[in-house]
Nanobody
Framework: QVQLVESGGGLVQAGDSLRLSCAAS????????MGWFRQAPGKEREFVAA????????YYADSVKGRGTISRDNAKNTVSLQMNNLKPEDTAVYYC?????????????????WGQGTQVTVSS
């Protein structure tokens, strides 16, 4: 019903900035909370950022607070994650996720739809 496609990942150097984008199709995007998660090799998938259906409320993991900004454009069915001052520890596969609830949670278990992920590699 809902398909999410991430883009914008790549190989960057520490200190660089990157903008990840997620395009949604199907479902009712305007009513979904959206989130970004990441998973590094050997680690569990972790929360990065989330945004409510209207974009009025945003939430960030401590690890990206001050460096990351999540935003959405309901008219275009997209959600983005701007990451600044990237660090090697940011290296991971980044996933876009949708929650049918209009208000987000920090738990990956609560999200209903997932994209395939986009690789972000930050070299030192």
């Amino acid at each position: 019903q809902v398909q999410l496609v991430e883009s914008g990942g790549g190989l960057v150097q520490a200190g660089d900035s990157l903008r990840l984008s997620c395009a949604a199709s199907g479902g009712t995007f305007n009513s979904y909370a959206m989130g970004w998660f990441r998973q590094a090799p050997g680690k569990e998938r972790e929360f990065v950022a989330a945004i409510s259906w209207s974009g009025a409320n945003t939430y960030y993991a401590d690890s990206v607070k001050g460096r990351g900004t999540i935003s959405r454009d309901n008219a275009k069915n997209t959600v983005s994650l701007q990451m600044n001052n990237l660090k090697p520890e940011d290296t991971a596969v980044y996933y876009c996720a949708a929650d049918r609830s209009p208000f987000p949670t920090l738990s990956a278990m609560e999200y209903d739809y997932w994209g395939q992920g986009t690789q972000v590699t930050v070299s030192s």
